[in-house]
Structures are given as structure tokens and as C-alpha cells.
């Protein structure tokens, strides 16, 4: 068990790894010296030194990556706050054993190994507006399960989340971790109309009204308003950062697991990467309070990892580049003046 306990969970948030330095230099040298003029390659130049940093060495690559996919259900969706019945959860999570699903596919062609790991979908979470999601052994077991899925050896994690009702719980982390009002949070998540969104906003509204009065550390913030699929990712993320292992955050979902954890610590994301900017509202405004800059924005909005899964393979062009380019000197072309 890598948290035993509140305070070794609380001591990792706050004895952070630090990217290798020596490594982001010896990475930023090479770029210079590469045939091409000097920051040509935008942004995939930034993805290399990134990775560079966390890998520590200058020639970064991804020789085991995996993709980490959470599924709970939720207790709050008995107020009508999805377009899908919770069962529809546990039929994913099927359709992710059978390589049926969106993430099958794109993870395959990313070169990612998936692991899914389901949480007791049989035993939804509280109703959080009436009662905090998950007692303290319940969300310390969810974000075991999401470090136990990590380990050395890997230079990539990916993450992603399926659990019907998830969207209301990450408005309401947000909301609870950043501020601002349920509407500035809510979205239509599976596909709710404009009715469905209202009643979503009323939910998280009550939500937050009922918790107002506990403690806004990140632990009980999770608790309280999360889902054990979204513990789990805070605790996979966390436990990446331990190992020094790059992170690619899927959408909307994955990077409310992070929000309470930045909102004591804004650190917590410097080894990760948002794989993109998803259709839902408010992942635009979290990507911005969490101060990452999404490597992709094609509109989508299906969670599972598949936005990151996509954004997989920009990061495997960006590796590539870096290291299989040849030098000024290598290639005997003659440099800038």
C-alpha cells in the first residue's frame, strides 16, 4: 500500500520530485543543434526537453507506456443528472475487456498497454449531496488502487476514467476547489439537454452547500464530492510524480482528480501534460487554473483516455524527432549564422 495513511498521502503532496535539470539542458543544447531552424518545431520541441526533464536523459523515449482506465459509479445519479443509466458503467467496462471500446483502438495505436481497473461498481458511492461520497477508508483504498496501477519501468502513463454521473462530481470538485458557482462548472457531460444541465447545476449547487463547512483540503475534498474512479486518478498522478513518470491527463474528468490536489499545491501538475481540450464546458477554465496548455482540441468529449490516448502519438512524433534528427555537425549542413 503506497498511502497507508491521511498523513502519508498529505506527506507526498508535499515532498514533490523535481524534473532532472542537467537533463532539460543537455535536451534544450540538442535542439539547437538539430537540422532545422531554431524553435521550427513548435511545440513538439517543448514535449521532448518536457519529457527530457522527467526521464532524465537527453534523448527521451517511450519504450512502455500504459494507459490506466478507472470506472465507479456514483451515487448522485439517482437525481437524473445523466443521459445514461449507471448500469451502462459496468457494460463499458465489458466493452473495454472485449477491445471494443473508443480507448481499445487508440491506446492500440498509440503503443500503450491498457489497464482498466474497476472499483466496486456494484457499491455506488454516496449520494454526495446528502452525505460525503466516500467515507475515509474508501477513498484511501480508491487512491491506492490508482498507485498500485503505476510503477518503474514505465515513461508514460496515460489516464483516463468511464463512471456514469462523474461529470457532476468533477463540477463540483472544481467548484469546490477553484471556486466560483455550479453553472461555471456544469456541463452537459453525456449528452443532457438544456433541462438536464439546470438540474445538474441545482445538484452540484446542493452539493457544495451541504459540504460547505468541512475542511477544503484535498483529501477531503475527494471524499466529499469525488468518486472512487477520480480518487484513483489523484492517486495514480500522485504516485507518478513519486516514480518521476510523465503524465498525459485525458479531459474534463481526469483533470478534476487534480484540482484539490493543485488548489493546496499548484506544483502538483509539473509532470504532467493535458492530452487535450475537451468539448465540456469547463475543462477550458480548469485547464487554466491547473496552468496547462492542451496539446490537442478536436471536440471531443468521450473520456475513457481517448483524448490522450490521441495525444500519445504527438508525444511519440515529438521523441522521435528529437532523437533520430540529425545534427548540423552530423549531417554536414552548415548552421545559422
Known amino acids: 500500500m503506497i498511502f497507508p495513511s491521511l498523513a502519508a498521502f498529505e506527506a507526498a503532496l508535499t515532498g514533490l520530485r523535481h524534473p532532472d535539470a542537467a537533463a532539460e539542458a543537455a535536451a534544450r543544447a540538442r535542439q539547437a543543434q538539430l537540422t532545422k531552424p531554431a524553435g521550427s518545431l513548435g511545440r513538439l520541441e517543448e514535449i521532448a526537453i518536457f519529457f527530457a526533464g522527467w526521464q532524465g536523459r537527453e534523448r527521451p523515449r517511450i519504450e512502455r507506456g500504459r494507459a490506466a482506465v478507472f470506472a465507479g459509479n ?105 471556486g466560483g458557482s455550479a453553472t461555471d462548472w456544469v456541463g452537459p457531460g453525456t449528452g443532457i439537454d438544456a433541462e438536464g444541465v439546470a438540474r445538474k447545476s441545482r445538484v452540484v449547487t446542493r452539493a457544495l452547500a451541504f459540504h460547505d463547512h468541512a475542511s477544503r483540503t484535498a483529501f477531503e475534498t475527494l471524499r466529499r464530492v469525488g468518486g472512487r474512479e477520480i480518487a484513483a486518478i489523484a492517486g495514480a498522478a500522485l504516485r507518478a510524480r513519486q516514480l518521476g513518470i510523465p503524465v498525459l491527463l485525458d479531459g474534463f474528468i481526469c483533470g478534476s482528480a487534480i484540482a484539490p490536489l493543485a488548489a493546496g499545491n499548484p506544483a502538483i501538475t509539473a509532470h504532467c501534460l493535458a492530452g487535450h481540450c475537451s468539448a465540456e464546458p469547463g475543462h477550458a477554465r480548469l485547464l487554466d487554473r491547473l496552468g496547462l496548455d492542451p496539446i490537442l482540441s478536436l471536440g471531443m468529449r468521450l473520456g475513457e483516455g481517448s483524448g490522450a490516448a490521441v495525444a500519445a502519438s504527438v508525444v511519440r512524433a515529438a521523441l522521435a524527432a528529437h532523437g533520430g534528427m540529425a545534427t548540423f555537425e552530423e549531417a554536414a549542413v552548415a548552421a545559422a549564422l
Open 74 to 178: 456514483h451515487g448522485v445519479t439517482i437525481h437524473g443528472v445523466s443521459a445514461f443509466p449507471a448500469s451502462v458503467t459496468e457494460q463499458m467496462v465489458a466493452n473495454f475487456a472485449g477491445g471494443g471500446a473508443a480507448i481499445n483502438a487508440l491506446s492500440g495505436t498509440a503503443g500503450l498497454e491498457l489497464r482498466v481497473v474497476s472499483l466496486d461498481l456494484d457499491r455506488p458511492t454516496a449520494d454526495f449531496t446528502a452525505a460525503p461520497a466516500m467515507d475515509e477508508t474508501e477513498c484511501l483504498a480508491a487512491l491506492n488502487a490508482g498507485a498500485a496501477t503505476v510503477e518503474r519501468g514505465l515513461d508514460l502513463l496515460v489516464l483516463g476514467e468511464m463512471g456514469i454521473g462523474n461529470s457532476t462530481a468533477a463540477a463540483a470538485l472544481c467548484a469546490r476547489s477553484f
